[in-house]
């Protein structure tokens, strides 16, 4: 892993926590749509990355997160479960030829329909996770599952106007000696 790599996932780590505690979180729709822009994190990380970095990272985002809304490791445990699925998510959508290691997930590269299968999936059960933590209350299950469907569609639509504004269509070649 070279450093202009991991200094470059260094800042959008402290960039889409940022956002998320200082922008976002004034960001609503209807009282039920809310955008978590640092699964953005998670979503962006490297094909590649070790397994257990990736749950150190997704507790990581979650906790920072965590400490500015008080919310008590709400967001680190759908952060790390976010981490888990991910390798997962990713084996069931590996295309035929397979994915080229030293690419990055971009939607320039990967394609549309991948891209936006990989993330909705993943911030569907992210958001799934968070709200239902939050209530822990079956009664109101039909409420908690709008406010999923709603903040998952915002946040999926936030993610992929970031790809397409900041991500560039040229496919990347990263060296992770």
Request: charged share 10%.
């Amino acid at each position: 892993m070279n450093n202009s790599f991991g200094i470059n996932h260094i800042i959008q780590f402290f960039l889409l926590v940022a956002l998320q505690v200082l922008l976002m979180d004034n960001l609503v729709l209807y009282s039920m749509g809310f955008c978590f822009i640092y699964v953005a994190f998670l979503l962006f990380l490297p094909l590649t990355i070790n397994r257990v970095w990736l749950l150190l990272l997704g507790f990581l985002v979650g906790f920072s997160v965590d400490v500015f809304y008080d919310t008590m490791g709400i967001h680190a445990a759908a952060s790390v479960l976010l981490a888990f699925l991910r390798p997962h998510v990713l084996n069931l959508l590996t295309p035929r030829d397979g994915y080229d290691s030293s690419d990055a997930i971009n939607i320039h590269v990967m394609g549309t329909r991948w891209f936006l299968t990989y993330a909705f999936t993943l911030i569907l059960l992210h958001h799934a996770a968070v709200f239902f933590l939050e209530t822990i209350n079956f009664q109101t299950a039909l409420y908690t599952l709008a406010k999923t469907l709603l903040s998952t569609l915002f946040t999926g639509i936030v993610v992929v106007i970031i790809q397409l504004l900041f991500f560039s269509p040229k496919r990347e070649r990263v060296d992770y000696r």
